[in-house]
């Protein structure tokens, strides 16, 4: 255990979000995603795991220790329901809640059509499997900066 540090955050997971730069991007997937053969095409190579926690769960602790971009509009991202864009499901509204308390202050998740996702994630510095197992659990968030004090 460390001292203010979330302890659903494992010390792989600490290791990578600490490694990322400004700009790179994690996957959040859920436990139906074909996480571990994506997650070989990443920068890190090798799929990390948060998986007796949902989504909301994982991100919130996530959130906790990385910023989100605050210079692009796609700073997180939502896989959209096929054949249903604009339909959020509850699991999505639960993520989107922990950005806007991460944030503080409302700011929407772009969309992600299915096959343009895994495309992202498989460019992305990671992927990490959550337990969740209801459908349209994946997430993408785009690290940020923080500024220097003073």
């Known amino acids: ?16 979000l600490r490694a990322m730069g400004h ?10 995603f074909p ?19 949902t989504a909301a769960e994982a991100v919130g602790a996530i959130l906790s220790v990385l910023p989100l971009d605050t ?4 700073f ?7 054949g249903a864009p604009d339909e959020i499901p509850p699991v999505q509204q639960e993520v989107q809640a922990q950005v806007d308390r991460a944030e503080g202050r409302p700011r929407k998740m772009v969309s992600i059509e299915r096959f343009a996702f895994y495309d992202l994630a498989r460019q992305s510095y990671a992927v990490i499997q959550t337990g969740e ?6 997430f993408m968030l785009r690290k940020g900066v923080i500024p220097p004090e003073g």
């Open 23 to 32: 700009g790179d991007v994690l996957i959040i997937a859920d436990t139906n």
């Open 35 to 53: 996480a571990d053969q994506v997650a070989r095409a990443t920068v890190a190579g090798k799929l990390l795991t948060m998986e007796n926690l």
């Open 76 to 82: 997180a991202g939502r896989m959209e329901v096929v």
């Open 71 to 74: 210079f692009v509009e796609d």
């Open 1 to 16: 255990m460390l001292k203010g540090i979330d302890n659903r955050l494992n010390a792989e997971v600490l290791g990578c």
């Open 133 to 138: 197992r209801r459908f349209y659990g994946c």
